[in-house]
Nanobody, 118 residues
Framework: HVQLVESGGGSVQAGGSLRLSCAASGYTYNRNCMAWFRQAPGKERERVARIDSDGSTRYSESVKGRFTISKGDSKNTMFLQMNSLGPEDSAMYYC?????????????WGRGTQVTVS
């Protein structure tokens, strides 16, 4: 049974930083692409970053240069380092797995962690 648990969200002032973590269990960690999505109230869900099984990364234009996605050296952990945060980054952030080594659509979702920037 695959389980994804996000943590690290919270409230921060504009210009600040947060580091989100995603712990995966029951899952062959390095086989498939993983991603971070976010959704703010009244807005469409947005994929902000992805990391393929070979370590290649992609970012949305809205976060490029400010966010960094990475995987932990051990255990099944993925991170999203978020710098220079602004109010537009306020959203629920979700850890998501895909079904292939590169992005092939979402498969499993975590419950999310809230980020609020004021």
């Amino acid at each position: 049974h695959v389980q994804l648990v996000e943590s690290g969200g919270g409230s921060v002032q504009a210009g600040g930083s947060l580091r989100l973590s995603c712990a995966a269990s029951g899952y062959t960690y390095n086989r498939n692409c993983m991603a971070w999505f976010r959704q703010a109230p009244g807005k469409e869900r947005e994929r902000v970053a992805r990391i393929d099984s070979d370590g290649s990364t992609r970012y949305s234009e809205s976060v490029k240069g400010r966010f960094t996605i990475s995987k932990g050296d051990s255990k099944n952990t993925m991170f999203l380092q978020m710098n220079s945060l602004g109010p537009e980054d306020s959203a629920m952030y979700y850890c998501v797995t895909s079904i292939a080594a590169r992005w092939a659509g979402p498969n499993r979702w975590g419950r999310g962690t809230q980020v609020t920037v004021s």
